[in-house]
């Protein structure tokens, strides 16, 4: 009787930060990706990068902008975490419900949180890092930051009392999770208890505690280095 040969399949491989400016907090974009494959129960690689290493000709065949993340699967790569979630959702179950109009909305969501919700917020979050010692930032924060309350305000009429966006969980939510816990730190949350509760339901899936520890892991080690 012949023995069955098992071979593993490689799995996909997906870039991050060796030493994260977020300092554990989850908020680099490779945790949108970790979290798309938790929710999915697949198994990934992390192949972590310098900042030099962003920069080199081998990551910048990767991403022409010499970001993070990238990911890698036999003869596919992608760049844009968008992109890449999105693929994982449309590959896998967990992250796109199977009515097709459901799933187009879900998507829209996706596209929502990156084109619609998300510049504000980077806009502000990068003044508040990098304009503090400027003449102008004390007149145009408050600019900034109601830049943000407007499409807070808008959102939270739009998810009212509901859990998620549309119905079940589904990517889009993580995606817009993501997006929103950039402003943990802002106190602009606060002010809106239903987008606060939101988002601290999106933390709570043991799925992305998965991911986070995960991230924070690669901070922690790098710490001790």
Same mark, same amino acid.
């Given at each position: 009787?012949?023995?069955a040969i098992i ?12 030493n994260?400016?977020?300092r554990?907090r989850?908020?680099?974009? =490779?945790?949108? %990706?970790?979290?798309? #494959? +938790? ?6 690689? %992390? ?14 065949a ?10 890698? $699967? *036999? ?13 994982i ?5 967990g992250?796109?419900p199977? $009515?097709?109009?459901?799933r187009?909305? &879900?998507?829209?969501?996706? #596209?929502?949180a990156?084109?619609? %919700?998300?510049?504000?917020? %980077? +806009?502000?979050?990068? &003044?508040?890092?990098?304009?503090r ?27 009212? =009392?509901?859990d998620?966006? =549309?119905?079940?969980?589904?990517? *889009? $939510? ?15 949350? =606060?002010? !809106?208890?239903?987008i606060?509760? !939101? ?13 986070? $520890? ?12």
């Open positions: 009787m012949q023995r071979r593993s399949l490689p799995m996909p491989s997906i870039t991050a930060f060796e994260s400016p977020d554990g989850g908020q680099a974009r =490779d945790m949108r %990706v970790r979290w798309a #494959f +938790e929710e999915a129960g697949q198994p990934y690689n %992390v192949r972590l990068l310098s900042f030099a290493a962003l920069k080199q000709p081998a990551h910048l990767l991403h022409p902008f010499g970001q993070i993340p990238t990911y890698e $699967d *036999g003869d596919l790569t992608l760049f844009e975490s968008g992109a890449i979630v999105l693929h959702a449309e590959r896998h179950d992250l796109l199977k $009515d097709a109009n459901a187009v909305r &879900a998507i829209a969501w996706m #596209f929502a990156l084109s619609t %919700v998300e510049p504000p917020i %980077v +806009e502000l979050t990068m &003044a508040m890092l990098f304009e010692d400027k003449s102008w930032y004390a007149e145009r924060l408050p600019m900034l930051q109601d830049r943000v309350r407007v499409r807070l305000g808008e959102l939270s009429r739009r998810l009212g =009392d509901a998620w966006l =549309d119905g079940a969980f589904s990517a *889009g $939510d993580l995606m817009m999770v993501t997006v929103l816990r950039r402003l943990n730190n802002s106190g602009l949350l =606060d002010e !809106y208890p239903k606060a509760a !939101y988002v601290a339901r999106g933390e709570a899936r043991p799925a992305f505690r998965r991911a986070f $520890d995960a991230q924070l892991a690669v901070f922690v080690a790098a710490s001790r280095s």
